[in-house]
């Protein structure tokens, strides 16, 4: 059996690698404003719109739903229990799994923040290949790697919440603009309702399908015990209700996903929707303003990406292989490996990579 772990604190390792001790708990709206980064995504606004274009805007918005409500429900017992115990998921999973089954999790979730984190990298790389044709996309890809690493070399309480704070509003403003332009520019019709498949041709079970794949971000939830453990304990009810709790993650699959739709099947597009029409969409209807949107959104969430590959990658290989490097050394080789794999065409991988 596992015995009791008592991780000792080093600034070096970022905290990955221990139990983190009161005196560097953070202040709830800086914890906040670190967590919130992630519902900005646009992987969000482009699963919403995809699983529509597959299954129907209804079941697409009943698999929200029905995400929402279970991911508020098991968020709310596992970030009060990652804040009373200061805990990270290697350590956590080390405590119910052993050293081989807390290294089988973090191993998972390092694997699935890196593939996120390509998505999310390869959306600007595409709005950048897209609007200027002389970028190539692997040097587009390349340019958006070498701006997203350093960012996360500070760490959660000195660097991501102040970030992630001040870009917050420009997202908000960002995604209001694009609902209002899209309206003022080709008129509301109420056709995104029933956007999807013809008719005849939808699943039965689209709405159990929709749910199923919203499944795939499951690894949060993993996410947000990661996040949850910076946390005071006198916050404990804010962060288990609000920070943690359903206002986000309605905000992220409800709000992002139904806005995917709209864009997508209100703005006219040159070909066949695709899991890349809400990326196009964007660009043709808002310019350069656009690609300052998607910098400002894909940013937010790479912070939350890159940071918990880093540390989830660091303690993989600190408990399996002895490797203690310093932590900027972890977040160049994820930003290697992510470079590496936004060259292997992710848009077409989405339900693919979700699905499993």
């Known amino acids: 059996m596992p015995g009791a772990i008592e991780p000792v604190f080093t600034e070096e390792a970022d905290l990955s690698t221990a139990r983190i ?31 529509a274009l597959y299954y129907g805007t209804a079941n697409a918005v009943i698999g929200m739903i029905l995400s929402v409500l279970v991911y508020s429900a098991v968020n709310f017992v596992l970030t009060r229990y990652a804040i ?67 960012l ?23 995604l209001i603009a694009a609902v209002v332009i899209t309206t003022a520019t080709y008129g509301y019709s109420p056709a995104w309702l029933h956007f ?38 006198e916050d404990v009810r804010y962060h288990g209700a609000f920070n943690f709790g359903l206002p986000f993650w309605a905000m992220t699959f409800v709000v992002n996903g139904v806005i995917g739709i709209y864009l997508v099947s209100t703005i006219p597009g040159d070909g066949a929707p ?20 998607l910098v400002v959104t894909q940013t937010r969430i790479n912070t939350a990406n890159y940071y918990l590959a880093t540390i989830n990658t660091h303690a993989f290989f600190q408990r399996t292989l002895g490797l203690n490097f310093p932590k900027f050394v972890w977040t160049i080789l994820v930003g290697i490996v992510v470079y590496g794999l936004m060259l292997s065409g992710i848009f077409s991988k989405l339900l693919v990579a979700l699905a499993y």
């Open 274 to 293: 695709s899991e890349v029409s809400v990326v196009l969409a964007l660009l043709k209807l808002m310019g350069l303003w656009g690609l300052g949107f």
């Open 196 to 233: 999807g498949p013809p008719k005849g041709m939808a699943s039965p079970t689209g709405w159990w399908d929709c749910f199923v794949y919203y499944m795939g971000v499951w690894v949060f939830m993993m996410a947000a015990f990661d996040f949850a453990r910076f946390g005071k304990k």
């Open 21 to 51: 001790p009161e005196n560097a708990r953070m202040p709830k709206f800086a914890l906040t404003m670190a967590w919130w980064g992630l519902c900005s995504a646009m992987v969000y606004l482009i699963i919403g719109a995809t699983l």
């Open 84 to 150: 009373k115990t200061g805990l990270s998921i290697s350590l956590f999973s080390r405590v119910l799994f052993g050293n081989a089954g807390a290294a089988l999790a973090t191993l998972i979730l390092a694997a699935t923040v890196i593939y996120y984190a390509v998505f999310e990298s390869s959306v600007i790389a595409v709005a950048l290949n897209t609007l200027f044709l002389a970028i190539s996309y692997p040097v587009a890809a390349l340019l958006v790697v070498l701006y997203s690493v350093p």
């Open 152 to 174: 996360v070399f500070g760490s959660v309480q000195n660097w991501l919440d102040k970030l992630n704070g001040v870009l917050l509003p420009f997202y908000v403003i960002g």
